[in-house]
């Protein structure tokens, strides 16, 4: 899976795509956008507040080259405000991220920088073969013959080149996870390394040997061998900077879901905020219970309840009976103070009993949730006892009918089905499991013997995000917001937002405390007791 | 009382009591509380001299009952209980050796510090072997 992150600065790539986005494609699976439509069916318009562009363009980052001045960046930028020329409606929106995702732009990038990875590996490889080779094929009637001690330099070039293929292999070679904004420090700072060495070698080369075409061919092989210990030694240096520098945790980081406040701690090491940021979207796929908007529409609509009830009319005013029910109203700023603050002192005032409702409305739902739990249990234990795994024996001594695991869950599906249906719905969660995914569930339980009560499992609690099916991964598009340069490392209270099209998570940064330890010998034979007791009996 | 030293005999002035239970519903009470034994702490007893000994003291009595009629005192430390000794005694054992069923009658050994005082001025010009 692939998670990519977009930042605005970098969206002229998607002026391209913005242009050629396709208005007449339905063709996407509708699925995924319904539990989603389900609450802003009413709104047709999204807004979406860009990120801050100041940080963005005027910070010093190691891309040097990448600050050019985009004039018409506000063009090309994916916000979409409500006053632009077309209002677009959620699908839109995502439609558009898909495209992006396909957009030329984004993928040249990734080919670019594996195009130049490749180039740098070949061109470092070749390096000490080369410094062998040229002295044979340029002055080959010059050169000394190589002895004993130069061959068995050659076979340990040789090895050491196939243990570096290997460790380059094993570091360096793998698919990548995530794209992130911005480039990733470490590995440019080690590029540059190599290419400097490698360069200062052959200039070294070209002078000192090739120029003068020196005849001691020791000497050439014990240089190449020089060369490639080197390398390995730069191997060792990214191998700590890339992987060993994070792995002691440094900071505490507590991860907040802005929608239900979900909450999670994570230690993470010395990392930089966009590689902390792809850290804990891992840990977040993982330990999150998957986003529900079903369950937010309860306080939605208290919260529109609440100011609902009240309209300001404006009598004495310039602008003669205004109606407004809300204070943004109006042209003069003073009128919307006075509004406003006529409004929240009104709604203390308001004897409110919607506390009272929500007591009892909680507890009907409590109860009607165990009542439906209840039904199903049993209904699911039922079902359970219909079918029996059959043994070998038995298939010789008796033929009955056989079914495989799907037949065997489709056979017992419809006793269960009324009544796990109606407890996803009294949870809100009959979006998150379709009927297919039950069955497929059901066959996979009783295939490995597991219990009505493990089956159930996954119904009765909000599971991860990765449990549920692909459609269920809304967010494959992550913004990282941050007020400091997402490749400066974390520090303490630092706070970023991860911004998905649902909901952000909002991400503080603590520093794990310096701990002084101090010891204490307690002797094993000073553990001394006596009794206590005193008690008083009355005959 | 006289020094405990463990493993010797002790010596001891003591006064015979004898009290007779009191039925009461369905129970026969002494009227008296007791307190220590070998099970419990002795630095917490208040009527002993000795913070080591751990014998049965009485501690409690109540007013009107049997045991005051008997002049059973408040400190007084039970070394027999009809014959049986209390001195290396738990405290449940003791209370059980007190209040058997079956008997109507205790007949207590017990010593008080101002036993051996009279003893000692009763003794007067004599010599104590």
Known sequence: MDTESTYSGYSYYSGRSRGSHRHGERSRDRDRHKSRNKDSRSEKSVTINSPPAEPLLGDSSVRGGEQVQDDNWGETTTAVTGTSEHSLSQEDIVRITKDLEDSVGLDCRRYFTLT????????????PVAFLVLPHLLWPEKLQSCGTACEGLFISVAFKLLILLLAVWALFFRSPRAGLPRV????????????LFVMSYWLFYGVRILDTQDDNYQGIVQYAVSLVDALLFIHYLAIVLLELRQLQPCFSVCVMRSTDGEKRHYNLGQLSIQRAALAILEHYYCDFPVHNPALLSAS???????????????VDGEFPAALADGPGNNAAAGMAHSQSRAMIAAAARRRDTSHNELYYEDAEHERRVRKRKARLVVAVEEAFTHIKRMQEEEQKKTPVDVMDPREAAQAIFPSMARALQKYLRTTKQQHCHSMESIQQHLAFCITNNMTPKAFLESYL??????????????ARQWTLISDASVTSGLSDGCVFQLKCVDFSLVVTTKKIPYIQMSEEYIDPKSHKFVLRLQSETSV | MSNFIPGQPLVAVVQRIEIKKLRQGDNLILGFSIGGGIDQDPGQNPF?????????????????????????????????????????MTHDQARKRLTKKNEDVV????????????????MGGHQRQ
Do not use: C
């Open chain 1, 116 to 127: 130049l990875a490749v180039v740098m590996g070949l061109l470092v490889f070749l390096t």
């Open chain 1, 184 to 195: 990733f420090v470490f590995r440019a700072l080690l590029a540059v390394l190599v290419l």
């Open chain 1, 300 to 314: 939605k609509s208290r919260a529109a309840k609440h100011l609902a009830g009240l309209k300001v009319y404006n």
């Open chain 1, 461 to 474: 609690s909000a599971g991860p995000t990765l449990q549920y099916s692909r459609s269920h991964w809304l």
């Open chain 2, 48 to 88: 002993s001299d000795d913070k080591a000994d751990k014998g049965i003291y009485v501690t409690r009595i109540t007013p009107g009952g049997p045991a005051e009629t008997a002049d059973l005192r408040m400190g007084d430390k039970i070394m027999q209980v009809n014959g049986y000794d209390m001195t290396m």
């Open chain 2, 107 to 122: 007949r207590l050994l017990v010593t008080r510090k101002s036993l051996e005082e009279a003893v000692k001025n009763s």
